[in-house]
């Protein structure tokens, strides 16, 4: 498991599901993804804090090493196919800005 967490942070990420259990995790990986949000319209805004962004980042990694906890069958192996597939789709969206002349590039965020 987890590229991005050693084992000791695993062993870590593994203990709070332990502890708390599966669905307390499950909840709290919705409440963090809802801050990452709300920095991100703050940022928007003009309140800029790099630190807080980094830090609900931060926060929503740790929440999804204990999904991979609490969903063994999502593999590392698994999410990177998915993020090469939704890569290679960005990539192709980018081309098509990059030679077309589009007012309004917006409706290509809904295609990927």
Do not use: W
Not at 77 to 89: E, H, Q, S, V
């Amino acid at each position: 498991m987890n590229r991005i967490f050693n084992k000791q942070k695993a062993a870590t990420l593994k203990k709070a599901v332990d502890c708390f259990g599966e669905t307390s995790q499950l909840i709290v990986a919705v409440e963090e993804c809802s801050e990452l949000q709300k920095e991100i319209t703050k940022f928007i805004r003009g309140k800029r804090s790099p630190e807080n962004i980094a830090e609900e980042i931060a926060d929503v990694l740790i929440m999804i090493g204990q999904l991979q906890v609490i969903y063994p069958d999502v593999t590392d192996d698994l999410i990177n196919a998915f993020i090469t597939k939704k890569l290679g789709r960005i990539n192709e969206l980018c081309h098509e800005v990059e030679v077309s002349d589009l007012d309004d590039i917006a409706c290509l965020n809904d295609r990927y």
